[in-house]
């Protein structure tokens, strides 16, 4: 293999860094960049890169402080880039072999730990299922050690995760799910291979049951669910996997997010039926679907939502202000909805200039619509009369608006 100089190789000396995180994350970007740029050239030379900056990332990240999590994402994504391309590489078992024995040193003086999930990746990264056997006979008596009851190391090592992939990567999956009746503790983490060893072997039904078998305290319920729905619809049971598991498996970092991720996967339901199962999920916070219902343009649910259930004034207003010209009677019924949260004491920090966006987009909206300007206004004020106290804010913001 010939020499190549790694631009990011002399950035990635032990503790590089200090203790910000910003400057490693970009240096972990242009390394992943530059290894990608030779990939395509060079599969092999790049796998050789990839292999190098593994080794290189624990120890120059010591110093950093992970604490926002950033970092440690962008190492995750890192090692997801970096796995394949050794993977791929087409190369003989004695280099393949050498690349392993570096990134398994690399595993063992991970201390923070920083690249602890490559384990996972052990069984992709053998690349045959003969070199994945060489790795089972080398890690299995060590995880048969602590696992027995007479081990005192309450069942850690940091070979683990390697040694389950290699099971299942050298197709040996009884002895894998042999194994893993030993743990001395049922954890997702582990059980999840012994699930991919059913489905292999054809026993999809006994992996779900395995996997459900596999829920307690701290496993994480959304990624067993994540595992059966992807058996479900592999299956080709859609709707068997929707209605059992769609909406915990599909959790996103906003309701729209999850709204968008359950429609996608199943695009022969409605989406309003979506909608109104996720609604019926969150009981008591059915306002909060408002903006999922809007985007999917579903408007009669959308202000059944938030005439019915307490909305964020700003983001009705901001809905009132949109949707003037395109849809004037849903932007209307929003702006009233924004008027009426607020009179009753919703929204965080709620200011005059919030009151006057959201009456200036609904008498916009009203117009547009061709609905009486002093129909609005006497709706607006029978929302501040028909409060117990009304509220002064508006009252005081408006009450110039209101007099004409």
């Known amino acids: 293999m010939t020499t190549h100089k790694w631009q990011f190789a002399s950035r990635f000396r032990r503790h590089a860094f200090g203790w910000r995180s910003d400057t490693p994350i970009q240096r972990i970007k242009e390394a992943l960049a530059e290894i990608k740029a030779v990939a395509r050239k060079d599969p092999v030379l790049a796998a050789e890169g990839a292999v190098t900056l593994l080794e290189k990332l624990s120890p120059a990240l010591e110093q950093v402080d992970s604490s926002s999590g950033a970092l440690g994402t962008a190492v995750n994504r890192a090692i997801d880039t970096l796995v394949p391309i050794i993977a791929k590489a087409d190369v003989d078992r004695r280099v393949r072999q050498r690349w392993l024995e570096r990134l398994w040193q690399a595993l063992q003086d991970d201390e923070i730990p920083y690249i602890e999930s490559l384990g996972e990746h052990w069984g992709e990264l053998c690349g045959t299922p003969e ?40 197709d040996r999956h009884d002895q894998l799910l042999a194994l893993l009746e030993r743990a001395p503790f049922k954890w997702w983490h582990d059980r999840k291979w012994g699930v991919k060893a059913l489905v292999a072997t054809g026993k999809k039904a006994e992996a779900i049951r395995y996997a459900e078998q596999s829920r307690g305290l701290n496993d994480p319920s959304w990624q067993i669910a994540e595992a059966c729905e992807d058996i479900l619809l592999s299956s080709g049971l859609a709707d068997d996997a929707y209605r059992r598991y769609a909406i915990e498996a599909n959790q996103g970092t906003t309701n729209l997010a999850t709204f968008r991720a359950i429609a996608k996967k199943y695009p022969s339901t409605p989406p309003e039926q979506i909608l109104r199962d996720l609604v019926a999920s969150t009981p008591g916070a059915e306002g909060k679907w408002f903006a999922a219902a809007k985007d999917a343009g579903l408007f009669n649910v959308a202000i059944e939502l938030a005439t019915t259930s307490p909305t964020d004034p700003r983001t009705l207003a901001r809905a009132a202000r949109d949707f003037a010209e395109s849809q004037p009677e849903f932007a209307v019924a929003a702006g009233l909805a924004s008027l009426r949260w607020i009179s009753l004491g919703h929204g965080f920090e709620i200011t005059g200039t919030d009151v006057l966006d959201a009456y200036s987009a609904v008498m916009k909206a009203a117009s547009t619509a061709s609905v009486d300007a002093q129909q609005i206004k006497t709706r607006i004020r029978d929302l501040l009369t028909s409060t117990p106290t009304g509220n002064q804010l508006m009252k005081s913001v408006l009450a110039h608006h209101l007099a004409t």
């Open 131 to 170: 070199l994945a056997v060489v790795w089972v006979d080398e890690l299995l008596p060590l995880v048969e050690h602590v696992w027995s009851p007479r081990s005192t190391g309450h069942g850690f090592f940091k070979g683990t995760s390697a040694c389950l992939a290699s099971l299942y990567a050298a």
